[in-house]
């Protein structure tokens, strides 16, 4: 995998721990919070367990905090993926 993607991250979310009915995944929602997208800290523990698995990248726990809007949390996925050489 060249790099993470804001619509890889979607995929996930909808797979893993759901949508909102009233939630909007797109490109406007990359900076909003995840608490404001209805996701509190298990589910963005949740999600980053699901990118580990599916993509093959480790995400420590320290990191997953750091991971407060999807943008960050790409940025975060795509810093792993370096750090593992992948």
Do not use: C, H, W
């Not at 995929?11 to 009915?21: C, I, K, L």
């Not at 320290?62 to 996925?77: G, K, S, W, Y």
């Amino acid at each position: 995998m060249s790099k993470f993607t804001l619509d890889d991250l979607y995929e996930v979310m909808r797979a893993s721990t759901g949508v909102d009915e009233g939630v909007d995944l797109n490109d406007g929602s990359a900076d909003v919070e995840f608490a404001e997208l209805g996701y509190d800290s298990l589910a963005v523990l949740e999600l980053a367990s699901q990118v580990q698995r599916q993509f093959g990248v480790p995400i420590p726990d320290d990191v997953v905090p750091e991971m407060r809007t999807p943008r960050l949390a790409v940025e975060l996925v795509n810093q792993q993926f370096v750090k593992a050489g992948a």
